[in-house]
Each structure stands twice: as structure tokens, then as C-alpha cells.
């Protein structure tokens, strides 16, 4: 069975960077696109960027180029999402999903990591 | 403002049949295929439509999504009380070189 399992909940100061992590299995994690959705406190869903384990290609929402960094490391199956410096804006709910094609659907996602930015 | 559009709110009485409307552009619904997302309060989406019209495995034959131009449409028949839910649909755009989600309908079954 194909399984995203996400890393848990966090709590972070502003300023402080953060790495969450997404760890698959059941399926060949090379081969696939695996993409990253926001959803901030009772809003809808926004596409983050995605990524190709196999050569890394990595694509990034204007809305969050530069801001965040997409990356994956095959030899754990596992994508990450991670912040250099968090604002309290970036508080929400963040899934990962697999994705069929970098501009086709998302069949299998993650439960979601919960992220608060609070001084 | 997401850049696809959805009715915020919409709603059916158990039995009754629902529609869903997503209105694009050129640049996304217009050239590219729409998939359609069902959230349960407090869970993970869901992947309900997909390439406008397909249906994944296990989802229910009453539910069925169709595509127009720079329009879609996912329509709930037989509706139930477990098919109360947020429905997103989302499509690539061409121009941003992204995938574009409507903002949500969330659906209320009475």
C-alpha cells in the first residue's frame, strides 16, 4: 500500500528555521512527483511546489520561490519541506501528496504536518 | 483570491443532487485537465475526480465530475450525510507554471 507518513506538529519561534519531513512507502519514490500543499487556519488549498526525486527537478509557486526549499533524499524515500527563517504567517496545516505527472493530480497525500509560528 | 473560482457554500437534502462549479481561464481549465479534491473536517484531502472525469478507485459512481471550456463541474447525486465536506477542484496553469486550486465549496448535507 502506498503511505505518506508525515513528521509531527511543531512549534517554532519567528526567525527560526524548520525542516518537516515526509517519509513514503509502497511504491518506487524515484519515479514519482511528490508536491506540497498549505492550508493556513480555515483557508482553502494552495500548491507549494514539487519536486522529482529522481534528478531533483523542483518546482517552485511564485508565491513561495525563495521562501521555502523543496528537497528529497531517495536513499530514505522521504521529501522535505524546510524554512530559513519562519514568519507567523507561515502557521498552517502542511500536506505532502504524490503526484501523478508534475501537472497531473495528487492520488495519495500525507496527514499533514501542523506548523505554529508564535513568539 | 485563488484563481479558480468556486461558490463558497452549497447544499442538499439526503437523497437529493448536488452540483459543484469551478470556473477557470485559458491558461488552466481551458488547456489542462481538472481534478476534483474532497476534505473532510479535520482530515487530508482526498482525491475524488481526476482528468475531468475519471474516478479513482472506491469512489462511488454518484459522483461524477464533467469539464466545458473553462468551466467544470462536479455533481453528487444520491447525496448523503457522509458527503458533507470542503470540495476543491484544481488545475494546472500555464502561465504561472503551477497547479491553481479553487478557493473550496463546503458542502452541507441538511
Known amino acids: 500500500d502506498v503511505q505518506l507518513v508525515q513528521s509531527g506538529a511543531e512549534v517554532k519561534k519567528p526567525g527560526e528555521s524548520l525542516k518537516i519531513s515526509c517519509s513514503t512507502s509502497?511504491?518506487?519514490?524515484?519515479?514519482?512527483?511528490i508536491g506540497w500543499v498549505r492550508q493556513m487556519p480555515g483557508k482553502g488549498l494552495e500548491w507549494m511546489g514539487i519536486?522529482?526525486?529522481?534528478?531533483?527537478?523542483?518546482r517552485y509557486s511564485p508565491s513561495f520561490q525563495g521562501h521555502v526549499l523543496i528537497s528529497a533524499d531517495n536513499s530514505i524515500s522521504t521529501a522535505y519541506l524546510q524554512w530559513d527563517s519562519l514568519k507567523a504567517s507561515d502557521s498552517a496545516i502542511y500536506f505532502c501528496?504524490?503526484?501523478?505527472?508534475?501537472?497531473?493530480?495528487?492520488?495519495?497525500w500525507g496527514r499533514g504536518t501542523r506548523v505554529t509560528v508564535s513568539s | 483570491q485563488s484563481v479558480l473560482t468556486q461558490a463558497p457554500s452549497a447544499s442538499g437534502t439526503p437523497g437529493q443532487s448536488v452540483t459543484i462549479s469551478c470556473s477557470g481561464s485559458?491558461?488552466?481549465?481551458?488547456?489542462?485537465?481538472v481534478n476534483w479534491y474532497q476534505q473532510l473536517s479535520g482530515t487530508a484531502p482526498k482525491l475524488l475526480i481526476y482528468?475531468?472525469?475519471q474516478r479513482p478507485s472506491g469512489v462511488p459512481d454518484r459522483i461524477s465530475g464533467s469539464k466545458s471550456g473553462t468551466s467544470a463541474s462536479l455533481a453528487i447525486s444520491g447525496l448523503q450525510s457522509e458527503d458533507e465536506a470542503d470540495y476543491y477542484c484544481?488545475?494546472?496553469?500555464?502561465?504561472?507554471?503551477?497547479?491553481?486550486f479553487g478557493g473550496g465549496t463546503k458542502l452541507t448535507v441538511l
Open positions: 501528496a504524490r503526484g501523478v505527472g508534475m501537472t497531473g493530480w495528487f492520488d495519495f
Open positions: 509502497g511504491y518506487r519514490f524515484a519515479s514519482n512527483w
Open positions: 519536486i522529482f526525486p529522481g534528478d531533483s527537478d523542483t
Open positions: 485559458s491558461s488552466n481549465i481551458g488547456s489542462n485537465s
Open positions: 482528468r475531468n472525469n
Open positions: 484544481a488545475a494546472w496553469d500555464d502561465s504561472l507554471n503551477g497547479v491553481v
